[in-house]
């Protein structure tokens, strides 16, 4: 699938949507400030190696199509079939809940949770939400010590 008709920005943009995360969302998963992710989506700053392989790993795509709109893009390394959306079908308000509840947990159990760890968490804890349409929080707690 090839998408050379739009920026490295819109596609940030385009992941960050159907994940249902706001910019602030992905800026705590990325370690990074609101403000920086706009600039990314406008294309006014780079993105690092590790933002890139996050937003990559977490649209279920490749760094090639999100950098140069070459290759697989959003979900094309999902098990899903083509009648399901990759994501879940998180809402916007429930996948705030979850990055805020990630983060609140992790610094009431005194954890400093590094991008790429905030970012597994919250795929593991979506995943798991789309296939039983509940959140486990004492298994969230657990996963957030064993990150630790």
């Known amino acids: 699938m090839e998408d050379k008709t739009r920026g490295i920005g819109r596609r940030v943009r385009d992941i960050r949507e159907k994940l ?43 760094i090639d199509w999100l950098v140069i709109g070459k290759g697989p893009g959003p979900g094309a390394h999902s098990n899903t079939n083509e009648t399901q959306t990759p994501y879940g079908g998180l809402n916007r308000e429930l996948a705030a809940e979850v990055v805020s509840f990630i983060f609140e947990t992790a610094n009431e159990l005194g954890v400093t949770l590094i991008p790429e760890k905030a970012k597994n968490l919250f795929l593991m804890i979506h995943d798991e939400f789309a296939a039983t349409k509940q959140i486990d929080k004492a298994k969230v707690i657990q996963l957030i010590r064993l990150a630790a």
């Open 20 to 62: 249902n995360l706001t910019q602030e969302d992905l800026g705590k998963i990325l370690g990074v400030e609101k403000g920086t992710v706009s600039k990314y989506e406008n294309e006014g700053t780079k993105l690092s190696p590790d933002a890139l392989a996050t937003i990559a790993s977490m649209g279920k795509s490749t």
